[in-house]
């Protein structure tokens, strides 16, 4: 009880010591602070019920204002939208994802991919998961071929590459256009880089190793401009020269061309005519460790690279036909064939070897592994489907080819 009392005490007194302070401040304040308090008392009442009607921050027409923007969501682009290395292939063949996948791991790694398609084509490289990991992230586009274009040949193929539509809109903003085909392969053991070669409006294997251009279109490094440029005043006649040799022929006759002479592609790709050896270099004779100090990077070292001396190594090769016609000047001869074995062993990949050659009948049973000698061991088939060379056991080229 006596604290209530005492509670009640408290306030009261609270109260008027409140009054009498107000009325003191009161009596001390002009007329001009009295009217400034009334001015802020109305400004806050009017503040509190106007409140909703204010229209929020958001909804206010946005002023322009400078503030720090990150750069355009995430990591620059590793890739040069300029430089495209380009597929075309309507057949849904086992080799697209492999030889795809190897491409894009030897161009060096600025270039983007594309695959131009049929359905079926495009459906049967998209079933590769790592093809799908490019294509997540825009290392590689899979598109179809257009619809009113086929390439189902040669001939249109030809139609398909010298179409102006093609390079002006399809590719835009390629500058650059590596073209590579099934039957073509880059060697990852080359020393070279496809980016040494963007100086030249063409460059492909050459057909003609005197000649001042030429080469061909198979696996080929374009120049997009210069292409536009010739189809825009040309057109190609339907059923006459295959597109490589009649866009070449054009470019190389432009004012101001600079296509890669016969010297020069051999080096860049190899189909009918070898070129130069690879040269060794002995290791410098001062120095304790030679290997680190008497070579540039990726100089051939005697006594490590030894096999390479005077092997002709271009940075790729082309052949013809998917792999069925391998001409003399780079495949005749075991010893050529040999280099070729040690130094571009994926180009296995775009021939026709098929591993059912080396496996003996019946081939729907379980095999286990024999050894030399017996019983029931069809041991003559091995050396049958391989060709020795200084030695060493390489297999058979396929069946069916003649020198050309
Ligand atoms: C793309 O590559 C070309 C040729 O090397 C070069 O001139 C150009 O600057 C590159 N573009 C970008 C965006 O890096
Ligand atoms: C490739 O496959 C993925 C996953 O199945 C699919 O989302 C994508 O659309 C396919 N791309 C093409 C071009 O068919
Ligand atoms: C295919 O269609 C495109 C776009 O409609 C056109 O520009 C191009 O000339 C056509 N190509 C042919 C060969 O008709
Ligand atoms: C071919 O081109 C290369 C490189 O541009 C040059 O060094 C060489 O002299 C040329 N060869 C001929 C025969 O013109």
Redesign the pocket.
Known sequence: MGLIANRETNMTDTWEYLKSTILVAWSRTTRKIRALGAFVIIAITCLIFLRPSIPMRASLPSVPSVHFTPPPSGPISPYNVSKVALLIENRPNPILAPLMLHFMSVVPPDWRFRFMGSPESVKAVNASRAVRDAVAIGKLDLTYIPSNMTTGSQEEISRFLTTLWLYEVVLQPAEWLLVFQTDSMICANSRQTLNSWLDYDWVGAPWNP?G?FGGNGGLSLRRVSKIVDVLKHQQRIPDSEPEDVWLTDRLGHRPGAKL?????SLTFSGEMHGGDGEKVVPPKKSGHAPHKEGAVAGDLIEGIDDWREGGYEPMGYHTGGSGETLHGGIWGTPRLRAHIWNYCPEVKMMLRMDAAQYVPGECSNNWKRMEPGWEGMFDDVKSRETEIIDGVEYPMLPAGLMPW
């Open positions: 005197k001042r890669a002479n016969g010297t020069a």
